[in-house]
């Protein structure tokens, strides 16, 4: 077995890994070691590098390598026009694909001045909040099998799939769905629409007391989350963390309501927000963020008017010289969309502010001093999406 | 003890039969009698330590497919039967890799440990009354110590892959298995203490007379709570969730199995399930009554179960235990390793002892028993 000290680490050409600084805060007498995680690792949800440097099973620190997925994103919209570019924003974090289209359409909006039917911001709401109860879905279901309920798995996607199946409805796609235009959607809602979605409300309401039974109550399931990666308030907040992450962590931000955008002041949610920021609160906030969403879709579907669902349509927009930012909250955190347009056709620049990236910087503080299994914890209640990560 | 009511159609009936052909063989082959016998005992074994794993496999996935609200492998065979076997012939014909760098011999050697112990402590079974190829006086303690063999083929495989997640699996597995064994040890000394005897097919006949003498009813409470804590350490000491911390593929990719393919891992696999078998058949043995029928007391159901024979009742035990794991496995998440060891060094090695104790002072009382 070839375990080298760290002395003589030498993948390379001598020295320690990447990011590393030669002294440790071990004792002299540990032997440490550096362990690669990932790209290929089942847990790092997708193609995330990690590499650590352990003692035992103690984490001395976490060095996240990126890049494995940089397609260029923002370099590719420079080339295309700005309604070729509704579907990159798809690509970002796939698992909020509309509410990535609706923060890009809502900066192009904001360019031209173009308003929204009621009917248009009521299917763009209703949409976005059933991604975001999807994206949970996914979340709770991949996070218990990282803690080793692989049943949870499961759970979290039979019902996951009645949403996706209403997005398969509306836009033909179950994942990158490409779906909002400027000015509304691309296609009004079918007439299955409302139905499903009060069958998804009814289901919610059980499946999530069925979720409290199986993991949130589980005592080995509180005794692996609590304590483990706590977060201050302050710290959340100086490296620009945003979504669950932060409110977990005390701080009551949500751009739904600290910043409405489309009609999001009509509805009556509550933001939940943590106390300490462990991995526990941060499960929770989900959970009862899943809920909340649930809430909004309720009154959503009372109020839901006829009408038309899109205000104008066009094959090329140019947008007027300047700069344009909109924020939408994804089911990750704050998204933001800055364009800087020169007039033409196309944008001269796109630049994705992404949740996932200022979220997974606090890797580091989190993971030190724990075990090797709460990287694994930590990494699932950060809740982040590799290809968002890279762009 | 009360007597074991005789009823017309019991396996003692079959005795005359079997002495029939019995004395056929003796007089036919004078001097074979050593040969046959062990020959046909080790071939039965072989077919059953070859067999049950697979469809143990089946089970265990069709288990789990039913707890996740799906179906499970349907297309091979009735149900999927034959899958377990199609995916073991795949690993039989896949190519074995070795890692660069891993020391050849102790590489291959160590996924045949386990699979030799879970063989030998299969020897030792009691399937029926006269169903077991061995019977030693100390049977607990070759148990016990058979059972070591697989945790040092675990150690072994971790230790020669040179994977650093191969030896942190195995590591882990290591602490794991030497903690928990001693809880496992204690729960069985308790019994053979209260019985008297280290051989298991006294121990089975210990519980002869009706269901309230099977050790888990008895003891008021305490033998419940033995056979829980055995549940438990068993559990931990089979590497199966919540208490894979060996495996752990959410955190080691495979543990101590990363590197292992074909059908050399196929043998870990294997011996995984088949351990799983003789863990619950001893649960089945020391708590359940083994191969004695269940006596509930009532008059017309009774002589029924009497004439199911005893290797049925002893299966019937021996999966509704594994049934029980694979629930647990299919329901917890994960333990840490510091906690793993915190539940075994200061809470079940404690509850162990006390238990132990007052076994001690119901044996001293006397008549409870």
């Known amino acids: ?391 | 003890m009360t007597e074991n009511n005789m009823n017309p159609l019991s396996t003692e009936m079959l005795y005359p039969v079997q002495n029939g052909i019995g004395n056929m063989v003796r007089t036919l082959f004078p001097e074979s009698a050593f040969i046959i016998n062990s020959l046909i005992s080790i071939c039965s074994l072989f077919l059953l330590v070859s067999l049950l794993p697979v469809f143990l496999i089946w089970l265990e996935r069709k288990v789990a497919a039913r707890f996740q609200a799906r179906l499970g492998p349907m297309r091979v065979g009735y149900h999927g039967l034959l899958q377990s076997s199609a995916d073991g012939l795949k690993l039989i014909f896949k190519e074995i890799l070795k890692p660069e760098g891993a020391d050849t011999f102790v590489f291959f050697l160590a996924p045949i440990l386990p699979a030799s112990a879970t063989f030998l402590v299969m020897a030792i079974l009691p399937f029926d009354h006269h169903l077991q190829v061995a019977d030693p006086a100390g049977g607990v303690i070759y148990v016990i110590g058979i059972s070591g063999l697989s945790i040092l083929g675990i150690l072994l495989a971790g230790w020669a892959s040179n994977n650093k997640y191969s030896l942190l699996g195995a590591m882990r597995s290591g602490a794991q298995m030497i903690s928990f064994e001693i809880s496992l040890t204690l729960v069985m000394l308790l019994i053979v203490m209260l019985t008297g005897t280290a051989s298991l097919r006294e121990i089975v006949l210990s519980q002869q007379g009706t269901v309230a003498d099977w050790w888990i009813f008895k003891l008021p409470g305490l033998g419940l709570i033995a056979f829980l804590m055995y549940m438990v350490s068993s559990t931990a000491e089979l590497n199966r969730a919540p208490f894979d911390i060996s495996e752990a593929e959410s955190e080691l990719t495979g543990g101590f199995a990363t590197e292992y393919s074909g059908i050399s891992f196929a043998m870990f696999f294997f011996a995984e399930f088949v351990n799983m078998f003789v863990s619950a058949g001893i649960a089945a043995t020391f708590f359940l009554g083994g191969f004695l029928a269940p006596q509930i007391g009532v008059a017309f159901i009774d002589p029924l179960f009497a004439v199911i024979p005893g290797f049925v009742w002893f299966f019937l035990k021996t999966f509704f235990v594994i049934f029980l794991y694979m629930w647990f496995r299919w329901t917890f998440p994960r333990l840490r390793v510091d906690q793993l060891m915190y539940l075994e060094w200061k809470m079940l090695l404690p509850a162990n002892l006390l238990l132990l104790m007052s076994g001690g002072f119901f044996m001293a009382m006397g008549g409870i028993l």
Not at chain 1, 13 to 26: D, H, L, M, Y
Request: hydrophobic share 35%; with cysteine.
């Open chain 1, 1 to 391: 077995m070839n375990l080298e000290p760290v002395n003589n680490f030498n993948p390379d050409e001598g020295g320690i890994p990447e990011g590393f600084s030669r002294t440790s805060s071990a004792t002299k007498s540990s032997e440490e070691y550096f362990l690669n995680m990932g790209p290929q690792h089942p847990s790092t949800h997708g193609v995330l590098r990690l590499v650590l440097r352990l003692d035992g099973e103690s984490v001395l620190g976490v060095v996240p390598h990126l890049g494995y997925v940089h397609r260029g994103l923002e370099k590719v919209a420079e080339n295309q026009t700005y309604l070729q570019n509704i579907h990159l924003t798809d690509r970002l974090d796939y698992l909020s694909s509309h509410i990535n289209n609706l923060g890009y359409c809502m900066a192009m909006e904001q360019a031209l001045d173009i308003g929204i039917p009621e009917r248009g911001e009521y299917i763009r709401v209703m949409i976005c909040e059933l991604q975001r109860i999807q994206s949970h879905l996914l979340w709770w279901g991949v996070s218990g099998m990282d803690l080793g309920a692989i049943t949870t798995f499961l759970y979290g996607f039979k019902e996951r799939e009645l949403i996706t199946d209403i997005f398969e409805e509306l836009c033909g796609a179950r994942l990158t769905m490409n779906f909002f235009r400027p000015g509304g959607s691309f296609a009004d809602v079918t007439d299955g629409f409302i139905p499903r979605i009060k069958q998804v409300i009814e289901i919610m309401h059980k499946a999530l007391d069925e979720y409290n039974t199986l993991l949130t109550g589980n005592i080995i399931f509180q005794e692996r989350t609590k304590n483990i990666g706590i977060l201050s308030k302050e710290t959340a907040l100086s490296y620009g963390c945003s979504g669950a992450v932060l409110r977990a962590s005390g701080v009551s931000y949500d751009v739904r309501k600290n910043d409405p955008y489309s009609i999001y002041d009509r509805f009556e949610f509550d933001v939940p927000i943590g106390s300490i920021g462990d991995c526990f609160d941060r499960y929770c906030l989900k959970i009862e963020e899943m809920a909340q969403s649930v809430r909004i879709l309720e009154q959503a579907v009372q109020t839901f008017p006829e009408g038309p669902y899109r205000s104008q349509q066009k094959a090329v927009y140019k947008l007027p010289k300047g700069s344009y930012y909109s924020q939408v909250e994804t089911a990750r955190g704050l998204l933001g969309t800055y364009i800087v347009a020169e007039g033409g056709p196309k944008p001269y620049r796109v630049k994705f502010r992404s949740p996932s990236f200022s979220n997974l910087n606090i890797l580091n503080e989190l993971a030190v001093g724990h075990k090797l299994a709460d990287i694994v914890t930590i990494l699932a209640t950060l809740d982040f999406v590799v290809p968002d990560l890279d762009r």
